[in-house]
């Protein structure tokens, strides 16, 4: 990758990771405070896997495209 290609990547990703991060500790204090921590837990638990193999299909589907 070339250098001022890295450097966008980087200032791309960057605030969405932390943007993230703070949007999923909020939610997950909301959830903990009014149902618990077993709930929030749970969907934790079922979220995690669903979003990651989310976004495996969809690389997945966005290199089949560019293959071609």
Excluded: D, N
Excluded at 5 to 16: I, N, Q
Excluded at 31 to 36: N, Q, S
Aim: proline share 6%; aromatic share 6%; no cysteine.
């Amino acid at each position: 990758m070339a250098p001022a290609t890295r450097g966008t990547a980087v200032s791309l990703f960057a605030p969405r990771f932390f943007l993230g991060q703070s949007l999923g500790v909020m939610g997950a204090t909301h959830i903990l405070a009014t149902a618990g921590i077993v709930p929030m837990l749970l969907i934790a638990a079922v979220a995690t896997p669903a979003i990651g193999l989310t976004l495996a299909w969809l690389l997945a589907l966005h290199r089949r495209k560019t293959a071609t």
